[in-house]
């Protein structure tokens, strides 16, 4: 999380340290913000950013929407998602994210099955995909059947 590496970053002396940020133009200003905080001369540059997509072909979605499981790794790939099943009728699968940030987006866009790892990073957001096939695999076992 940004504010855990703003809070972290080494600083050597008590002398101004620059700091270049490049970052996404919809990137938080957590890490610039918590850097200047404590004394960094910061300079964020916005080097890119995201686009969502707007259209997917129907076979795709489909089988995308079977998933019981959807990770992500940025709000703004959650947001796309959203956007790209709003037009269907009740998934309410899971969401696996990468890390808290992605995980309170979740929450903020009415999510409910979140997991998400206590320390962002690969290791873990795998552990949380796998946690979330987990319980899915037992409600599956435990549905009644028809």
Not at 9 to 22: F, H
Not at 58 to 65: E, G, N, Q, S, V
Not at 80 to 97: E, I, P, Y
Not at 106 to 129: F, M, N
């Amino acid at each position: 999380m940004g504010k855990v590496l703003a809070s972290e970053l080494p600083r050597d002396s008590e002398n101004p340290c620059k700091v270049l940020y490049p970052a996404s133009a919809k990137a938080g200003h957590e890490i610039q913000d918590g850097l200047s905080d404590r004394g960094f001369e910061v300079t964020r540059l916005n080097t890119y950013t995201t686009v969502p997509v707007q259209d997917v072909e129907p076979l795709t979605l489909k089988l995308a929407l079977s998933a019981p499981v959807v990770a992500v790794a940025s709000p703004s790939a959650l947001r796309a998602w959203l956007n790209l099943v709003s037009q269907v009728d009740n998934w309410n699968n899971s969401v696996a994210c990468i890390g808290e940030t992605t995980a309170s987006a979740a929450r903020k866009l009415g999510l409910r099955s979140i997991y998400y790892p206590s320390t962002p990073g690969l290791d873990g957001w795998v552990e949380s995909i796998l946690e979330a096939l987990s319980v899915h695999n037992k409600q599956s076992k435990e549905a009644p059947k028809c």
